[in-house]
């Protein structure tokens, strides 16, 4: 079955840096990858997706990367504020399936 | 105008009771979805709906019954609730039935089971 891991439980940044948070899978056939937000005491929300057949993908201060090879997904924010404190969850769809299924989450943590 | 809407937010509760959760969207979408997130943040699906059509029914208990009475409501019923329920339910909504549609979560029904 699939399975989504994360590299790191808790990261912890200076405001103003740049975060990087990564994202493990285990299947090949996994075709769409997405980001999620969460707030404390908030439902997740939408943050970036990507497609397998982009290696690359830009928003406002965030860009997801896709590594194909390695079966790897990294969300990158640039110039980490404390609003973007939260907890964040990388999920991905195998082809043509109806469910997402989520990581276990990061949770990131800016320092004034 | 809340998106996604979910009552209520706080269900504390004995074992053995039943209880309800509701959730309403006014997205105008036609699939909802009930996931359960662990004291641990692991988010997973439960069931989705489209159009009212039961479309996701994962190994959940069958003592949750999801119900849709139309197509902008998604309830979820728990018989006899045991300790392990505890957890947050999150409703969300997408507009098609396929997982790269973007899902729009509720904010959130934190459960908890004595």
């Known amino acids: 079955g699939e399975s989504v891991g994360l590299h790191l439980p808790t990261l912890s940044v200076q405001e103003g840096d740049n975060s990087i948070i990564n994202c493990a899978y285990s299947?090949?056939?996994?075709?769409?990858f997405i980001w999620y937000k969460q707030e404390s005491g908030k439902g997740p929300q939408f943050i970036i997706d990507i497609r397998s057949n982009m290696d690359k993908r830009q928003g406002q201060r965030v860009t997801v990367l896709l590594n194909k090879t390695v079966k790897h997904l990294s969300l990158q924010i640039a110039a980490t504020q404390p609003g973007d404190s939260a907890v964040y969850f990388c999920a991905l769809a195998p082809g043509s399936s109806y469910k997402l299924i989520f990581g276990s989450g990061t949770r990131l943590l800016v320092r004034p | 105008d809340t998106a996604v809407s979910q009552t209520p937010k706080y269900l504390v509760t004995q074992m053995g009771n039943d209880k309800s959760i509701k959730c309403e969207q006014n997205?105008?979408?036609?699939?909802m979805y009930w996931y359960k997130q662990d004291s641990k943040k692991f988010l997973k699906i439960m069931f989705s709906?489209?159009?009212?059509?039961?479309?996701i029914n994962e190994t959940v208990p069958n003592r949750f019954s999801p119900k849709s009475p139309d197509k902008a409501h998604l309830n979820l019923h728990i018989n006899s609730l045991e300790l392990g329920d505890s957890a947050v339910y999150f409703c969300?909504?997408?507009?098609?039935?396929?997982?790269?549609?973007?899902?729009?979560f509720g904010p959130g029904t934190r459960l908890l089971v004595l």
């Open positions: 709906y489209n159009n009212k059509e039961l479309i």
């Open positions: 997205l105008g979408h036609d699939t």
């Open positions: 969300a909504s997408s507009q098609g039935v396929i997982a790269e549609e973007t899902q729009y």
């Open positions: 299947n090949s056939a996994s075709d769409y």
